[in-house]
Nanobody
Framework: QVNLEESGGGLVQPGGSLRLSCAAS????????IDWFRQAPGKEREGVAC????????YYEDSMKGRLTISRDNAKNTVYLQMNSLKPEDTAVYYC?????????????????WGQGTQVTVSS
């Protein structure tokens, strides 16, 4: 089976932290730039972070810059998204996706793999 699987979501209080994981199975993650997206109810999907295939460049969406850290462990075939100082407006389903480019700045936006998503709920 070839897919991406997210995990690590859940319910957290405002100001709390979560670490999401995006694990690849059936293929090697080394060849893919990985993007994290989120989609809140009634809103369009938006990109929040990206890491290049070798991990030497990253991108963060402005509203979450300073609160996110994206990293990857190609030996474990996994990408991580550390989220800190979470706010209620961060509540959404978070997805990871892989595209066959070298860097996040590539204009290619065709994704070879998508995960099913993991729910993040920030509430007191």
């Amino acid at each position: 089976q070839v897919n991406l699987e997210e995990s690590g979501g859940g319910l957290v209080q405002p100001g709390g932290s979560l670490r999401l994981s995006c694990a690849a199975s059936g293929f090697t993650l080394d060849y893919y730039t990985i993007d994290w997206f989120r989609q809140a109810p009634g809103k369009e999907r938006e990109g929040v972070a990206c890491i290049s295939r070798n991990g030497d460049s990253t991108y963060y969406e402005d509203s979450m810059k300073g609160r996110l850290t994206i990293s990857r462990d190609n030996a474990k075939n996994t990408v991580y998204l550390q989220m800190n100082s979470l706010k209620p407006e961060d509540t959404a389903v978070y997805y990871c996706a892989g595209r066959g480019t070298y860097s996040c700045s590539s204009s290619l936006r065709t994704y070879s793999y998508w995960g099913q998503g993991t729910q993040v709920t920030v509430s007191s």
